[in-house]
């Protein structure tokens, strides 16, 4: 074996001063290696390893080093999706002395990501109170309220602060424009159209923010500036949801003609994630448009979403009927046997039934407009066209009604999910008026309570919960032919009323749903039985509740002065009868004493002559 110098030999003294500090720089370069390569886990694990025997100055170094490449790594994880991960390297950080601020927005993004709404948003507001440059912390909390949280109003307080330094940020204003629009409706009309007026000038080819000026100006009829942003939207590749907006926009302005063609992109919007179609919807060959001639054809008409639609589009297979050799009209379970009973001269079935049906084409039922050429002063049967037999109405009314002479009303004040979105439902307690008229009894024709808001209704407020005893639709209309007025909110109460013919009250928002472009005088328009009462500012329910209540209290009298007149007619009737009756008798008694009279003058004639001939 070879000998080694004693030359060459390290004096233990040396070796114990020095050779300790290599070493550790040998470690903390080889952590800085793996880092480099993009091996954080290995590099990170060596820099943890190494610190605690690193002195003072090197610790600082390796600290500042370890954070920066944690933070690198959890950039990386978060773009992958990784967020779990990530929040592992940012929760080691903060067990670190003097960690930077910024972790706290990092994990709070994360926590965003993973669900957690609540925990991200109290990870970001510690940043903001504690972070000398705010960066984009405001951005993000206004983007989680809104998108998370759903409290619009806060999102907007957000969004402005963070305007304060990004004055030059388009995303933002078209932000606040489209918050101020849909928390506020119809207040702050130049904020909203300020806002998206500015988003605008900085993008002017973002076609959201085209889209929602575009919105925003017809929303307030203002239909020259609407027509420009719409045109223009044409040309900035519309996806289906802008033409379908766009659609709506036409019908309830009145152009039903392009209107209701533009309204078909229904069926490939792309905001329609909890939103399913019935299966035929998807035969593109048998689909109907308005090419195909109808003539001599078998037309399947089906049902698309909502109750209250194939209530409203069913008029119209009246006229489809004149124009080809069959329909037939498929419908939910829950309205066969109102539409059978409607007797309406077509096959009723239901969706489970048309695989064995024969037909030329299908016509999804909002399309009928189009085919029947409808104008907004042809809509037809506007006076009604469903009805219910009579012997079903008394059935009902048997067994569900109360039996006295006080004034029925029907309410009903939510509809589905979507009438939320789009702020149509009313709070129960704006109608509790209702519920303490005198000579006034309140029946609810809500089948489900969404917002459980008779459970608590206080004490004092009386009414009847009917809509557990509906089982389908027919239930409804034979509890609606017993009421005096229906008052209710845009639903599908509120159509089946229409179409019934029933007299009903109306209650609609300041913004109205794109299909009813008639909401003052004495009606609708779709329906010549529904008299519109309408906020004059978003969600101002009790002007229109209170006018309901004087016009239910001058219904309730003149059915009381009709009531009157029907019993002083029948006391009329019966004095007029005894009166007859009276002068009959005083008639025969005078004609019997006449007649008595008679005979004895007769009488004694007889006895004078018979005297004379003696």
């Not at 600290?63 to 690198?72: D, F, G, P, T, V």
């Not at 957690?116 to 951005?139: C, G, H, M, T, W």
């Not at 033409?243 to 919007?269: D, I, M, N, P, T």
């Not at 498929?330 to 009723?348: A, C, E, T």
Request: charged letters at 25%.
């Amino acid at each position: 074996m070879a000998q080694i110098s004693k030359k060459l030999m390290v004096k233990n003294s040396v070796r114990v001063e020095n050779s300790k500090d290599l070493t550790n720089a040998l470690d903390v370069s080889m952590a800085e290696y793996h880092c480099s390569k993009k091996d954080y886990e290995q590099g990170l694990k060596a820099f943890k390893k190494i610190i605690p025997y690193l002195n003072d100055k090197n610790k600082e170094y390796a600290i500042s080093r370890y954070i920066e490449h944690s933070l690198n790594y959890g950039s990386d994880l978060y773009g992958e999706g990784k967020y779990d991960k990530a929040i592992e390297f940012y929760r080691e950080i903060m067990e670190l002395p003097n960690f930077p601020v910024c972790i706290y927005k990092n994990i709070g993004l994360c926590m965003k990501q993973i669900g957690n709404a609540d925990l991200a948003i109290r990870f970001l507001k510690q940043f903001e109170e504690i972070s000398p440059d705010k960066e984009d912390v405001y951005v993000y909390l206004a983007d989680i309220t809104y998108s998370d949280i759903k409290d619009n109003l806060k999102a907007i307080e957000y969004y402005e602060k963070a305007l304060e330094t990004k004055q030059d940020n388009y995303a933002i204003y078209n932000m606040l424009g489209h918050l101020y629009s849909t928390y506020y409706q119809d207040k702050f009309k130049d904020k909203q159209i300020n806002y998206l007026s500015k988003a605008y000038e900085l993008q002017p080819q973002n076609r959201i923010i085209v889209k929602n000026l575009a919105y925003v100006y017809g929303k307030f009829h203002e239909t020259q500036k609407a027509d420009e942003f719409y045109a223009k939207l044409m040309y900035l590749n519309p996806t289906h949801s802008d033409l379908h907006s766009y659609g709506a926009y036409l019908v309830q302005h009145k152009r039903f003609s392009e209107g209701f063609k533009f309204l078909q992109h229904r069926f490939q919007k792309e905001d329609m994630k909890n939103v399913s179609f019935p299966p035929i919807f998807n035969n593109k060959k048998k689909r109907w448009t308005i090419k195909n001639s109808v003539e001599g054809k078998h037309i399947l008409v089906h049902f698309e979403q909502g109750f209250g639609d194939s209530i409203m589009f069913s008029r119209f297979v009246e006229q489809l009927k004149n124009m080809c050799s069959k329909v037939t009209l498929v419908v939910q379970n829950s309205l066969i046997d109102l539409f059978k009973d409607s007797n309406l001269g077509i096959d009723i079935c239901s969706e489970n039934e048309v695989s064995s049906i024969r037909y030329d084409y299908y016509i999804p039922m909002m399309d009928l407009p189009i085919i029947c050429e409808t104008k907004p002063e042809t809509i037809p049967f506007a006076e009604g066209y469903l009805s219910v037999p009579k012997e079903k109405v008394k059935e009902y009314f048997d067994n569900y009604i109360n039996d006295n002479n006080k004034f029925k009303i029907g309410i009903a004040y939510e509809g589905t999910l979507a009438s939320k979105e789009t702020d149509r439902d009313i709070p129960l307690s704006f109608l509790y008026p209702l519920m303490q008229l005198p000579d006034v009894e309140v029946y609810s024709f809500q089948v489900e309570d969404l917002s459980r808001q008779m459970d608590v209704v206080p004490q004092g407020y009386e009414f009847i919960r009917l809509g557990g005893t509906f089982k389908n639709w027919e239930d409804t209309a034979s509890a609606m032919k017993n009421m005096d007025l229906i008052v209710t909110t845009d639903n599908g109460v509120m159509n089946l009323a229409g179409a019934l013919g029933v007299k009903t009250f109306g209650l609609f928002n300041t913004i109205t749903e794109w299909r009813w472009f008639k909401v003052t005088g004495d009606d609708i328009a779709w329906y010549k039985s529904v008299k519109p009462f309408q906020a004059p500012t978003s969600r101002a329910w009790d002007i229109p509740v209170n006018k309901i209540i004087e016009e239910i209290k001058q219904l309730i009298s003149e059915k009381h002065k009709t009531g009157e007149k029907q019993t002083r007619s029948k006391t009329t009737v019966k004095k007029s009868s005894k009166q007859k009756n009276s002068t009959t008798a005083k008639a025969i008694v005078k004609a019997g004493a006449k007649k008595s009279t008679a005979v004895k003058s007769a009488k004694k004639q007889t006895n004078t002559v018979k005297k004379s001939a003696k």
